[in-house]
């Protein structure tokens, strides 16, 4: 199964779920059947999101281009996630058809993933509802957990906006 999808709520923000399934020779055997995968930002500026997200200690594990003919836009996914894990996912990945998809399909820690509809980086403004534009709707924040005094773009232990407007709650560990 590559994925399965559920959109609700009402337009013009509509919610979905979405099933994955992930390779489970790689699902550490104390883990629930199922968990939180990932979440989905959509983003007008792609080297500003992963510039932010890195400072938060994600990298970019896998991604995705589509072009005009399938949508016209590319996925980028991150994770909080050490070199040799990544290494080990990119190594379980060879020799699959599509090695992206493979080392995506071999994590199951949370991801972020930011989807970027190609077009939007020349549109003047905000592109997409959030919590910081008018009307305020759409989706509420991200929490990451920190180290004490770890600062983040002037955020210590607060909140900061991410390039899109985003709402992203530092909150220090205790």
Same mark, same amino acid.
């Given at each position: 199964?590559?994925?399965?999808?559920?959109?609700?709520?009402?337009?013009?923000?509509?919610?979905w779920i979405e099933i994955v399934e992930r390779n489970n020779a790689l699902v550490p055997a104390d883990w629930p059947?199922?968990?939180?995968?990932?979440?989905?930002?959509?983003?007008? %500026?792609? $080297?500003? +999101?992963?510039? &932010?997200? !890195?400072?938060?200690?994600?990298?970019?594990? *896998? /991604?995705?281009?589509?072009?005009?003919? %399938?949508? $016209?836009? +590319?996925?980028? &996914?991150? !994770?909080?996630?050490?070199?040799?894990?990544? *290494? /080990?996912?990119?190594?379980?990945?060879?020799?699959? $058809?599509?090695?992206?998809?493979?080392?995506?399909?071999?994590?199951?820690?949370?991801?972020? /993933?930011?989807?970027?509809?190609?077009?939007?980086? $020349?549109?003047?403004?905000?592109?997409?509802?959030?919590?910081?534009?008018?009307?305020?709707?759409?989706?509420?924040?991200?929490?990451?957990?920190?180290?004490?005094?770890?600062?983040?773009?002037?955020?210590?232990?607060?909140?900061?906006?991410?390039?899109?407007?985003?709402?992203?709650?530092?909150?220090?560990?205790?």
């Amino acid at each position: 199964m590559k994925g399965l999808a559920f959109a609700f709520g009402p337009e013009p923000e509509q919610y979905w779920i979405e099933i994955v399934e992930r390779n489970n020779a790689l699902v550490p055997a104390d883990w629930p059947t199922f968990n939180l995968s990932q979440t989905m930002l959509r983003v007008k %500026s792609v $080297d500003e +999101s992963v510039k &932010f997200y !890195a400072k938060l200690g994600m990298k970019v594990i *896998a /991604e995705k281009h589509f072009g005009p003919e %399938s949508g $016209d836009f +590319s996925l980028y &996914f991150l !994770a909080s996630v050490s070199d040799e894990r990544l *290494a /080990e996912a990119k190594k379980a990945a060879e020799g699959s $058809d599509d090695v992206q998809f493979a080392i995506l399909k071999s994590f199951w820690e949370q991801l972020l /993933e930011l989807t970027h509809n190609h077009g939007t980086e $020349d549109k003047e403004g905000p592109v997409y509802a959030t919590l910081a534009t008018e009307p305020k709707m759409g989706f509420s924040h991200l929490t990451f957990v920190a180290d004490a005094g770890v600062n983040v773009d002037g955020a210590v232990d607060g909140v900061v906006s991410d390039p899109d407007g985003y709402q992203v709650r530092i909150q220090n560990k205790k």
